[in-house]
Structures are given as C-alpha cells and as structure tokens.
C-alpha cells in the first residue's frame, strides 16, 4: 500500500516545493518586506562590520608633519550559527486505508492531501516563529521557544542603547506645548546619529504595544495637531495604514507610532507598555538569512525557507515525515535601535 511513497510526488524537492508554496499566517513583519532573504550555503552566516567614521581633522602647520591617521578600519568579522527549527509527524498507514484502491487515479491526490494537510498545520506554526524571531531583530535580542537567546548587542560587542520613557503625564503638565514633538524629534536623532552615511526615509516605525499606542494617540499635541483637518479620521480609527495587520497606525513628526497585532496564546509579542523603534529605509538593516537543510541532497546547495521530506518506517507501518527551517534573523546595526516604555 505505501509504495505510492516511492512517487516523484513525495521527493524532497515536491515536498519542499509545496512546503515553500504555503502562504504565511497573518505577520506584520513577515509581510512587509522588511527584512532581505538570501539563502547561504553554510550553517553559519557572516557579518562585518566596520567602524570608520566620519571625523574632524586638526590644522597643522605648513610644511609639517600632518595628522597621523588610524589604518584600522576596525573591521571584523562575526560568524553567527543559523537556528534549525524542525517538526517530526508521521503519515500512519491506516489514515490512508480507505482510499486505497486498484487502479485508482485519484488515491495519490487523495494520499497528497493528506500529507499537505500536515504540512500546512507545522508551517503555520514556522511562520509564527519567524514572526517572533524578526520582532527580536527589532528589539535587539531575539528569544527563541525554548528560552535561548541571542543578543545582538553582545553579539556584535556594541552597547546598548537605553530605554527611552513616555511620561504621558509629564507630558501633559510641560509648560511648552511642543513638549511631545521635541519628544519625537529627539527619538528621530537619536537613531539617525547612529547611521553614519547610509541614506533612510527620514522617519522612525514604533511597533507599539496597546498602552503605549493609546497614550501616544491620547495626547493633546496630537489631538490638537489632527483636529479640524480632514486627517481628524485618524483620533476616531488610528489609521493611516489600511494593511489589516495591525490594530492602528498614525504619523506625528516624523515618527509613525504602529499598534503592533500579534501573540501566540497568552504571550504577546509586544508588551503593553512597551514599543519598539528603527528608522526606515536603510539599505539591508534587517537581514534573513536561510541556510540548507541537514539532508544528503541538500548538502551545500543554497538555502530555502522551508523543506520537507517523508521517509519508511522500519515496520512498514507507515511514513515519517519531517518539515524544517534554518532562519537566522538580525538587525545589522543594533545601535540604531530603541525600546520605549511607557511609564
């Protein structure tokens, strides 16, 4: 009965083609393009950095010596190992007992759907995680579900910046009344500083928790900025964005303040109270990087998203199936980052 297994349809490559072919779950991140994928051949990706910066130079005087320069580019390179996710199912014999007929030419449809079927539920779950893997990108420290981390602060030996508070009250009973836009001009700096010469869009995303948001959008610079304007819609929906994939989004000096939708279960992706900020437009801060599969025929070819294979059991009483991702995600300057936190 199993040898419709031994079918082209059930190789590594139709699996994995079908795996790849799934749509994601609902993912902001995932969705928006924000972060570049390449496949690599290795388990271990690559980054160097380098810490030239721009600097003022001393006069001297003529005819003399100038001002001795560092060579050292302070370039390093930083080998990060590529995570594997896999999930382990089986396709059992008797699931597929009563669609086994003689010549029929629809059992290997049939057996397909079956094992289409358990794809698509261990897929849903590796777009969740990668969903969660790129919102830790945005942090700074991804955290994967057996509680591991990785720093990418540490990781690339570079500080971590401070969190950044929203007082609403203080806010509020400030005297000047530009008190909360010098707010969002200070948080626009603050992370520009940290791009040196690469070229951005300008503004700053907030993935914001539910509290944060609705303090931000409750306050009186903002309302009184949006009152009497056709944009007023936005104090009645919080919506300048009709993506669907977030609770609400608005813009307010040059900072775009995003109620970030997302949790598995009780665990929420954002805190409430928190948020988390990056400056959009640079050229490869996020990066996804997809390393092969741990199978023979996969062995230094280029990585893809997912991959999936079936194979006998010893007592023929069925066939193991496996589905994978190698996904490794990071920002690539951390220090452009920020986390905000409503106090």
Not at 20 to 34: C, E, H, Q, T, Y
Request: net charge negative; proline share 3%; with cysteine.
């Amino acid at each position: 009965m199993l040898d419709i297994f031994n079918n082209d349809a059930f190789s590594v490559v139709n699996l994995t083609d079908a795996a790849n072919d799934l749509a994601f779950v609902p993912g902001r991140i995932s969705k928006s393009g924000l972060f570049r994928a390449d496949g690599i051949t290795t388990t271990t990706a690559v980054i160097e950095t380098k810490g030239a910066r721009l600097s003022l130079v001393a006069p001297t005087p003529r005819g003399a010596p100038g001002e001795a320069v560092n060579t050292d580019k302070e370039r390093k390179l930083i080998p990060i190992s590529v995570p594997h996710f896999e999930r382990n199912d089986a396709v059992m014999a008797d699931e597929v007992q009563g669609v086994r007929a003689f010549g029929s030419e629809t059992e290997l449809e049939t057996v397909m759907g079956k094992v289409a079927e358990k794809i698509a539920d261990h897929s849903q779950d590796l777009a969740a995680t990668t969903e969660f893997s790129q919102l830790g990108a945005i942090k700074g420290v991804v955290t994967y579900a057996d509680g591991s981390e990785l720093n990418l602060f540490t990781t690339m030996g570079v500080a971590a910046p401070g969190v950044v508070n929203f007082d609403a009250a203080a806010l509020k009973a400030a005297k000047d009344d530009g008190a909360f836009r010098k707010w969002c001009a200070a948080l626009v700096r603050a992370q520009a500083a940290e791009l040196g010469g690469l070229s951005w869009t300008g503004k700053v995303r907030v993935f914001c928790g539910d509290n944060l948001f609705d303090h931000v959008l409750g306050n009186q610079e903002v309302r009184e900025t949006f009152k009497g304007w056709t944009e007023a819609q936005i104090l009645r929906e919080g919506y300048i964005e009709a993506n669907g994939e977030s609770f609400g989004a608005f813009e307010f000096a040059d900072v775009i303040f995003e109620n970030y939708r997302g949790q598995v279960g009780n665990a929420r992706f954002v805190e409430i109270d928190d948020g988390h900020s990056f400056p959009e437009g640079v050229p490869g801060l996020f990066r996804t990087y997809h390393a092969p599969a741990d199978y023979i025929e996969t062995v230094n070819t280029r990585g893809r998203r997912l991959y999936a294979k079936q194979y006998e059991m010893p007592n023929g009483k069925g066939v193991n199936l496996d589905i994978q991702m190698n996904e490794l995600n990071l920002c690539t300057r951390p220090k452009t980052l920020r986390t905000l936190r409503k106090v």
